[in-house]
C-alpha cells in the first residue's frame, strides 16, 4: 500500500525558517519530490531527493532518509508568498506512480 | 506555463451527466497522471497513461474512465455525475526515468462544479 504523512497546517514568522517534515511507506521508491500549491492553482515543483541527504536550491533544502521514510523541506528567510500547500509526493514501483500526501497548509505571518 | 493544457478551464453541469476533461501533455512527455483535487482535500491520485497505455490506477471510480491517444493528449471521461464529483481534475506530464529533475509538470486544471 502507499501511506504518506505530512502535518496539516504550520504556522510561521515572517523571515524565520520552518521545516515540513514527510513520512512514507510506499510499495517501491525511486524518488521524493516536493510541490507548492498556492489555492485554486496548480502545483509546481520546488526539489527532487532520489539519494539519502540534504539538497539545496537558495531559500529551500529538501533533505531524504530512504532507511527511515523520512524527508523534509526547509524553507530560510520566508516570505509573505510562501504561504502555500506543500505536497510530498513519492514516485513508486515499476510504472514511476507519482502519489501525494495530502499537504501541509503553511501560513507565514508577519 | 508549464507547458501542460488543459481544457475547459471551467466547467458547470448538473448531476447525472457526463464530461470530458482534456489534457495536452508536453511536449515529448509520454506519461500522463489525472488527480482529482475536492476543496481542501490533497491530490487524489485516480490513473497514469504511458504512451497510450494504462499504467497505472489509483482510487478511481468505475463511473470515471481515460485513455491517451496516439498523439499522447489525454481525456478523462465522468459519467452519472453527483455532487462529491465537484473538484479540480489536474493533469499532469512527464518522462519517466530514475534520473534526477524529471519531476511531472501540472496543467492549470480544471475545475468542475456539479449541480
Known amino acids: 500500500g502507499q501511506n504518506i504523512d505530512q502535518p496539516t497546517e504550520m504556522t510561521a514568522t515572517e523571515g524565520a525558517i520552518v521545516q515540513i517534515n514527510c513520512t512514507y511507506q510506499?510499495?517501491?521508491?525511486?524518488?521524493l519530490f516536493w510541490y507548492q500549491q498556492h489555492a485554486g492553482e496548480a502545483p509546481t515543483f520546488l526539489s527532487y531527493?532520489?539519494?539519502?541527504g540534504l539538497e539545496e536550491k537558495g531559500r529551500f533544502s529538501s533533505f531524504l532518509s530512504r532507511s527511515k521514510g523520512y524527508s523534509y523541506l526547509l524553507l530560510k528567510e520566508l516570505q509573505m508568498k510562501d504561504s502555500a500547500s506543500y505536497l510530498c509526493?513519492?514516485?513508486?514501483?515499476?510504472?514511476?506512480?507519482?502519489?501525494f500526501g495530502t499537504g501541509t497548509l503553511l501560513a507565514v505571518q508577519p | 506555463d508549464s507547458g501542460v493544457t488543459q481544457t475547459p478551464k471551467h466547467l458547470i453541469t448538473a448531476t447525472g451527466q457526463r464530461v470530458t476533461l482534456r489534457c495536452s501533455p508536453r511536449?515529448?512527455?509520454?506519461?500522463v497522471y489525472w488527480y482529482q483535487q475536492s476543496l481542501d482535500q490533497g491530490l487524489q491520485f485516480l490513473i497514469q497513461?504511458?504512451?497510450?497505455?494504462?499504467?497505472a490506477k489509483g482510487n478511481i471510480l468505475e463511473r470515471f474512465s481515460a485513455q491517451q491517444f496516439p498523439d499522447l493528449h489525454s481525456e478523462l471521461n465522468l459519467s452519472s455525475l453527483e455532487l462529491g464529483d465537484s473538484a479540480l481534475y489536474f493533469c499532469?506530464?512527464?518522462?519517466?526515468?530514475?534520473?534526477?529533475?524529471?519531476?511531472?509538470?501540472f496543467g492549470q486544471g480544471t475545475r468542475l462544479t456539479v449541480v
Open positions: 531527493n532520489v539519494l539519502d
Open positions: 499532469a506530464s512527464s518522462v519517466p526515468s530514475k534520473d534526477a529533475d524529471t519531476e511531472a509538470f
Open positions: 509526493a513519492v514516485e513508486g514501483g515499476a510504472t514511476n506512480k507519482l502519489i
Open positions: 497513461y504511458y504512451n497510450g497505455e494504462e499504467r
Open positions: 510506499t510499495s517501491g521508491f525511486n524518488g
Open positions: 511536449s515529448g512527455d509520454l506519461s
